[in-house]
């Protein structure tokens, strides 16, 4: 659109989300390349204009990698173990986020923690590693941990 400078018309597809601008200039024709900008690092390169459909799709396929990736490390760097129930509280206080704690499998359990510490049971990781612990109250044994956190 001729009506907008480059900056205003990458904003706005900014805005909606699209992940690769392909920038076309006259010298870049004439040179048989293309401009294109990653928004996820924004970086850019140069490709010529013969393979820039292939490049377009392997590259979509790469951003969601790394995207995914980036998304399941900030997760886990935000998954706090823990063993005890005090050492939950304080955990549940002081950082927030993910608590990963054995429980014993009972609702009067989840219950009585959700009334003290208004935190729930999030998930139960169906790909857990199993490992012998035992019950944040109850001091029963528990096989594996399940994910708490508070809803705000």
Known sequence: ???????????EYELKGVPVRIAIGPKDLENGM??????DTLSKETQPISGVANYI???LI???????????NFRNENIT?????EEFKKVLEEKGGFIAAHWDGTEEEEERIKEETKATIRCIPLDAVEEDGVSLISGKPSK???LFAKAY
Not at 1 to 11: D, E
Not at 62 to 72: F, V
């Open 1 to 11: 659109r001729a009506t907008h400078k480059p900056g205003w018309k990458f904003a």
């Open 34 to 39: 293309v401009e294109i900008a990653r928004r």
């Open 57 to 59: 799709q392997m590259l």
């Open 62 to 72: 790469k951003i969601q990698e790394d995207i995914y990736q980036r998304a399941l």
């Open 81 to 85: 173990k823990v063993d005890t129930y």
């Open 144 to 146: 594996r941990r399940v």
